[in-house]
């Protein structure tokens, strides 16, 4: 049984719980898009572990870890993760692959990240700074672009940094009268990069095949959500990768048809990190109280997230493009304590109502919530075990979401730790 966890919304819908839930019954748990931009929280007792480029399934001694050809990895993260994973006695030896052809963050990327947000001041998308965007379009350009094969041969990597770097200080400087970045010190962090990770580095393309053959079981793990997806997401308000389920296959090279079911994952409410247009938003005191109880910081940057009610229209649309099969629904407890709750049906865009979700952002921006409210409950729900235990109040909101999105909530989350999972 293969399976793929998928954020529906604007990313930490608590996909990196679920992934380690779920990982108790996995083999292999792969991370296949994205870079160190993600930040998945994992807590396990009284450890709470944030990772940004590990697959949820490492905390687990048991899975095998793997990084796919579409993530960009950014080798002080990982090595950094690594070695913390170590300090509390989870080793990733023999059981961590990392894709020869993932291209790889070097400093220039977050520096032209940074750069670039900086001086486009009030435009500025909101980027987590991770050197996302410069690396997946140094990939798209090819000519300068770094993959993990290349730390095998160093002496072609000196050649090709001296010319990338060159390149890169012209447009630092022409651009942004920036001070240049040396080719040396980007060689010599290289050279340790090779030797921590090379040991990791392998075809994964060909192990997950060979895994699959062998009957073993796979987890996919998504990063960041649906609507930040660069193709299908709220452009240009997005990331730079395909991180709805659409990115999976390509991501990862295993045929979505292999996968047997994708598992989308939404909050029972909505958040958003960063620029764009977000429908539901509620900045006021409804928003305000969902960030408090719900802990909506940034697991990344520590910035805090923009809350607002849970968008049918936006998470049917994630759902559609990713032939979710159920849904897992997170942070139900958060909500606990309002009066009323809303759940946005409808869009109204130049008077005309529309269900289907406008990834284009002039009209998405002109989009007035028709919202059914249904009501609240007091209750903290955070012990509660079965669904048949929850509030009424809590159970036919519940059911109301599955109605609007066409899909069951097979998992319920009321609260970050493992046990505070409900199973329908
Ligand atoms: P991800 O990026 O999708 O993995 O999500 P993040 O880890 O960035 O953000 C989700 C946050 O919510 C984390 O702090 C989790 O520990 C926490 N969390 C996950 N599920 C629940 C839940 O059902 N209830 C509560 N209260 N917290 C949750
Ligand atoms: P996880 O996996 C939430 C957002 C950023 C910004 C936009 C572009 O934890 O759900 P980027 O650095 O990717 O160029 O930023 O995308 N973003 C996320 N928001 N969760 C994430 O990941 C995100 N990864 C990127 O805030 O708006
Ligand atoms: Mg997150």
């Not at 690396?135 to 050649?159: E, T």
């Not at 060689?187 to 990069?193: I, N, P």
């Not at 990190?273 to 977000?278: D, E, N, R």
């Amino acid at each position: 049984m293969n399976s793929c966890v998928v954020g529906l919304q604007w990313g930490d819908e608590g996909k990196g719980k679920i992934v380690d839930v779920l990982a108790e019954h996995s083999d292999i748990v792969v991370r296949y898009s994205g870079g160190a931009n993600a930040g998945h929280t994992v807590v396990v007792g009284d450890s709470r572990f944030a990772l940004h480029l590990l697959p949820s399934g490492a905390v687990r001694q048991m899975p095998i870890c793997v990084i796919t050809n579409a993530v960009v990895v950014d080798p002080d993260t990982l090595i950094k993760e690594i070695d913390n994973l170590a300090q509390k006695n989870i080793t990733l030896n023999n059981r961590l692959f990392i894709s020869e052809n993932a291209h790889v963050v070097l400093d220039y990327h977050k520096k032209e990240d940074q750069l670039r947000e900086e001086s486009l001041g009030k435009n500025k998308l909101g980027t987590t700074i991770r050197g996302i965007g410069p690396c997946y379009a140094d990939k798209v350009g090819r000519s300068y672009a770094v993959r993990m094969a290349d730390l095998r041969d160093l002496k072609k990597l000196k050649a090709k940094l001296q010319t990338i770097v060159d390149y890169k200080n012209k447009i630092f400087a022409a651009l942004y009268n920036a001070e240049p970045i040396s080719a040396d010190n980007i060689f010599e962090k290289c050279k340790s990069y090779a030797d921590k990770l090379l040991p990791f580095t392998i075809d994964t393309t060909e192990f997950l095949h060979k895994s699959i053959a062998d009957g073993k079981s796979i987890l996919f793990e998504g990063a960041q959500g649906s609507l930040l997806d660069l193709d299908h997401g709220t452009f240009p308000f997005v990331t730079s990768s395909n991180s709805s389920a659409l990115g999976m296959p390509a991501g990862s090279g295993v045929p979505a048809k292999m996968v047997d079911k994708f598992i989308g994952v939404a909050k029972a409410y909505t958040t958003r990190v960063g620029a764009g247009p977000f429908p539901t938003e509620q900045d006021n005191e409804i928003g305000q109280y969902i960030r408090e109880r719900g802990g909506e910081y940034g697991t990344t940057t520590g910035r805090p997230r923009r809350c607002g009610w849970f968008d049918a229209v936006a998470v049917s649309y994630a759902v559609t493009i990713g032939a979710i099969d159920s849904i897992a629904l997170m942070h139900l407890d958060t909500l606990a304590g309002l009066k009323n709750i809303k759940i946005c049906r409808t869009y109204k865009i130049d008077g005309k109502e529309t269900t289907f979700f406008p990834a284009d952002t002039a009209r998405l921006s002109k989009a007035e919530c028709i919202y059914e409210t249904v009501p609240g409950w007091d209750e903290e729900i955070t012990e509660v075990s079965n669904f048949n235990d929850l509030p009424l109040n809590a159970q036919n909101f519940i059911c109301r979401i599955e109605e609007e999105t066409g899909k069951p909530i097979t998992i319920i989350g009321v609260g970050p730790k493992r046990k505070q999972t409900i199973f329908r």
